[in-house]
């Protein structure tokens, strides 16, 4: 596994670690949790979606010439999980248990679906086509520091 593999990996287990807590948190009606642990997941789910699609997508894009297939699923695959974000925010300011529970299944079902997908498909061609890369995993562990 590369560098570019294990931060990646890391960082999905670091989601989902917060994901958990703020959903736990929201079932409690735990609310000043909930915001605390959701907007740390929030903030990190979506700088993971910015570093896949603005540094490490267009390296391995660049460097295969393969722009559809697995990068353009990701893609939308990320739109979809941004959309249940913004349902969870709504439901979020409302307080509204059921509402984020709904949009938490959701998004907790198709992350655990495309995590799999980019860790045992996608990232090992990553690996494949990038290897090592210094300054790309600079660029990639600078993005998700947040």
Known sequence: MSGITSVMQDHHKLCDEDFA????????GDWAACAATYGKFRAELLAHFGVEEDTLFPAFEERTGMTGGPTQVMRHEHAQMRDLIGQMDAAMEQKNADGFGGAAETLLVMMQ????KEENILYPMIDQAIGQDGELSSRMAAGLAV
């Open 21 to 28: 807590v703020a959903e736990e948190a929201a079932h409690k």
């Open 113 to 116: 679906q495309h995590n799999m």
